[in-house]
C-alpha cells in the first residue's frame, strides 16, 4: 500500500529561501510539489522521507534563483491489484459504491464488482443516494455505512488529463482505484463477525 520511491529531481529554489538553511529550504520546496499530488503510474505523495543528496547551486543569467540537483526518497500510497483495505463509505448511487480512505476518496465499487446477488434500493435516510443490499441465505445485509468496508483493490488507473471539462461533471481525479466486494470476508466488517 506504501512504498518508498527515490525521485531525481531539478529544482529551482526562490532567492527568499536562500536564508534558510539549505536542507530545510529544499525540503519545504519538495512537499509544495510532490505532497498530497498524484504523480502519474506512481501514485499518491504522502511524504519526503528523506533527501539522499543535493548537488548543484546554479544560478543562471537572468535568474535570482539557484537550482539544484536533488534526490530524495518519497512515500507513495499505490495499492496492488489483490490488496484488500478497509475504508468508510463516501456515497452510493444506482451505479455503485464511492469510498473513502480519509485522505484519498477515489475508491469507487461499481455493480457488477457488488456481491452476488445484490439490489439498490432507494436510500430511506438520503434522498439523493441509494442503499445495496446482498441477499445471502434469504436474508438482507445492507451497506449503509455504519460499518468499515473491506474491499479488493481491482485495479488502479491514472486517467489523462481532459482538455474540456463540462460544468455538471464531477472533478477531475488523477488516480482512480476500482475495487469489488464479491469476495469471502469483504464488505461491512458486520457482515463477518
Known sequence: MFYLSLIEHTLRLPPHLLSLPLNEAIRGELEGLFVDK????LGLGISIYD??????????PSEGASTYT???????????????????LKESNAEGLRLSLGF??????????MPVP?????D???K??????????EQEYPIDGVDEIRFQVHNV???????EQDKDSKPFAPMVIKGSLDADGLGPISWWI
Do not use: C
Open 38 to 41: 498524484v504523480i502519474a503510474n
Open 51 to 60: 533527501i539522499r543528496s543535493i548537488d548543484g547551486g546554479f544560478i543562471y
Open 70 to 88: 536533488v534526490k530524495f526518497r518519497l512515500v507513495v500510497f499505490r495499492p496492488f491489484v489483490g490488496e484488500v483495505i478497509t475504508a468508510r
Open 104 to 113: 484519498f476518496d477515489d475508491i469507487y465499487v461499481p455493480a457488477p464488482l
Open 118 to 122: 445484490s439490489r439498490s434500493e432507494p
Open 124 to 126: 430511506p435516510e438520503n
Open 128 to 137: 439523493n443516494q441509494v442503499r445495496w443490499i446482498w441477499m445471502f441465505d
Open 157 to 163: 488507473s491514472y486517467p489523462s488529463i481532459p482538455l
